[in-house]
């Protein structure tokens, strides 16, 4: 880790240390695990029948390819999270595994983000804050470094856009 990255990795995580901010960022973590995704995928059934329901499989099929795609990176990169490899930073939740790079939370927050604005831009106000926060959430929380949200924000771009290429919006 280089000593830039372990500087804001130490700033981010401190900010852990406040209750409200804490608070804020396990919760938005936790419903990136897929639970805010999933919600999603079925309020678009609910509200736009067919259509919905095309997109909701096309949100399925990216967010598989996009699991797919971070396991192997992190059993190729391996490496450490930054509470492991620095004592002063805390893990505020129990990571899902054990390796920080990429940070998939973010690979799928911003690829599932690209999809679905294509789609129903009108979601830009919600959608973008939650994919920012929980990305941020991930450094805050002591789990990543600045630089695996930063590549998870790419690949999940290209992902996105991969997706959208491969099935045109409906």
């Known amino acids: 880790m280089s000593d830039r990255e372990q500087a804001w990795c130490l700033v981010a995580n401190r900010w852990g240390t406040r209750s409200v901010v804490r608070a804020y960022f396990r919760a938005v973590s936790r419903l990136g695990d897929g639970a805010f995704w999933y919600a999603l995928m079925a309020a678009l059934i609910v509200f736009d029948g067919w259509r919905g329901l095309a ?3 096309q949100l399925a099929a990216t967010g598989l390819v996009a699991l797919l795609m971070y396991r192997k990176l992190k059993r190729w990169t391996r490496r450490p999270r930054p509470f ?3 004592v002063r930073i805390r893990a505020w939740v129990a990571p899902l595994d ?3 790079f990429p940070s998939g939370h973010t690979l799928h927050a911003v690829a599932f983000t690209v999809v679905a604005l ?3 831009p009108g979601l830009m106000p919600l959608l973008l804050p939650f994919a920012a926060s929980v990305a941020a ?3 805050v929380l002591g789990l990543h470094y600045p630089s ?3 590549a998870a924000t790419g ?3 290209a992902l996105g ?3 959208l290429w491969i099935v045109a919006p409906v």
């Open 55 to 57: 997109v909701s499989a």
């Open 84 to 86: 492991a490899a620095d």
């Open 98 to 100: 054990e390796f920080s």
């Open 118 to 120: 294509a789609h129903y």
């Open 137 to 139: 959430s991930r450094i």
């Open 148 to 150: 695996d949200v930063l």
């Open 155 to 157: 690949i999940g771009l």
């Open 161 to 163: 856009a991969l997706s």
